[in-house]
């Protein structure tokens, strides 16, 4: 199981709040302070150089959450109905490659987090 970092919870609360507390499934209300509601990843959060991406995730509840994670055809097709096939395959290739090709930023991720999260929270 891959650790879960405080970087990794401020991008869960920019991917809540950027959905407004929704599941992007089906639309259904959840708020965005709810355990109910995840951070979900279309390429694994193992994929370092996307996992705070934020074309990588949406909110999804629990239960479609689960569901397009044991079922990773639809899941791609959710994901690729959400993003288009041109974003959806530079996202792709941008996963497939490695920290030692593209440098990671984390300092730098984390402040533009804070800045979305602020301007969210001001709407």
């Given at each position: 199981m891959?650790?879960?970092t ?7 609360k ?6 407004g507390?929704?599941c ?9 302070r709810?355990?109910?509601l ?16 934020p074309?990588n995730?949406v909110?999804?509840c629990y239960?479609?959450?689960m569901?397009?994670?044991h079922h ?5 097709e959710?994901f690729?109905?959400?993003l288009g096939?041109?974003k959806y395959?530079a996202?792709?290739r941008?996963?497939d490659k490695?920290t ?19 301007f969210l929270?001001?709407k």
């Amino acid at each position: 199981m891959i650790k879960r970092t405080k970087l990794d919870a401020l991008f869960s609360k920019y991917i809540k709040l950027r959905a407004g507390g929704y599941c992007q499934f089906d639309s259904k209300f959840f708020g965005v302070r709810s355990r109910g509601l995840h951070c979900a990843h279309c390429f694994s959060r193992g994929r370092r150089l996307v996992r705070h991406h934020p074309d990588n995730a949406v909110a999804l509840c629990y239960y479609h959450h689960m569901y397009l994670d044991h079922h990773p055809l639809e899941k791609a097709e959710f994901f690729l109905g959400k993003l288009g096939t041109k974003k959806y395959m530079a996202l792709k290739r941008l996963a497939d490659k490695t920290t030692k090709e593209v440098p990671l930023d984390l300092e730098k991720t984390e402040q533009l987090l804070k800045e979305q999260i602020l301007f969210l929270e001001e709407k």
